[in-house]
């Protein structure tokens, strides 16, 4: 049975904060609530935001959690705000632990907890800091990627380091499936961490500078696909951009996603052209649906998606539209 909120604080145990907003955050805040010894005093998290057509106002998912385990729930917008940070100060944390956030924590409340702020990151750090590690690992074509737990300091990304743990990417890896995979991960990580960083028993290691690499937000447009592009590289793209913003090329003037793609083995053959160029393509007896990529590669279309319709395999779509066989697409 949960804690009532009048009896959140027992007698030697430690007062976390909890700050996170996207579905990633909540397998750790979940760990957290079960960790012996700890209490989650409150959660913060972005103030609901109005979403699609309908524009209608709608929680983040860390929220909706939070309510199910009966956790007090703050929504005190930018913490830059002094009142913020005097609302934060009244649930006298020994620690915060920040999982996508959102937000820069600024230094009044870096400072606020004696045991400082605990920050999962979902990369080996320093490689991939910012706001996109997971998408930047897969269109890299990182065999490994991992999780993060260091210790906040102004800079971005920039603390030491208290614990990190390394997870193979599969072949087939999207930022979807990733995502979930580094979830668990994280909250893991964060169970075996964080009681040793309280006892004391973690020696803070600095990150090495020289070998960090940044990322960024990614935008809409970076998922419209430039067929000059390698196979590979493409293949990349089709998996780091789900589920958004999705790999999409144009036909017949409409978007035309593609929804999942492999790069063609050696007896996959297609007649040499120019890329962009759709082909007809055979493994054993099954037709395949291509298209011509740079250095001579082909990307064999899976399943795509035509404006107003559903998803279906790529050769199930060019029955049904047979001009797309003989299409040329973009680059």
Known sequence: MLPKTDDLTHAGSQRVLFMGTPEIAI???????AMPDVVV?????????????????TPPPVKQAAQDLGLPILQP???????????????????????????????????????????????LLPRYRGASPITAALLSGDPVTGTTIMLMAEGLDTG?????????INPAETTATLTDRLAEQGASLLTATLPRWLAGEITPQPQDDSNATMTRLIRKEDGI???????????????????????STLWRGQPLKILAAHVAEDDETAVPATPGTVVTTRQGKTAQLGVVCGADTVLILEMIQLPGKRALPAIEV???????GNARLPS
């Open 160 to 168: 030491p380091i208290l614990a990190q743990a390394v997870l193979t």
């Open 27 to 33: 397998p750790t805040l979940r760990a957290l609530v």
């Open 41 to 57: 005093v409150a959660v913060v998290t972005r103030r609901d935001q109005r979403v699609g057509r309908g524009q209608t106002l």
């Open 225 to 247: 696909i430039d067929w000059t592009l390698s196979a590979p590289e493409i293949d990349r793209q089709v998996r780091a951009y789900t589920p958004w913003p999705g790999a």
């Open 318 to 324: 060019l029955r049904g539209y047979p001009a797309l």
């Open 77 to 123: 917008g930018s913490l830059k705000r002094p009142e913020a940070q005097t609302l934060l100060a009244s649930y006298a944390p020994d620690a915060i632990v920040v999982f996508a956030f959102g937000q820069i924590l600024p230094p009044a409340v870096l400072a606020l907890p004696p045991h400082g702020c605990l920050n999962i990151h979902t990369s």
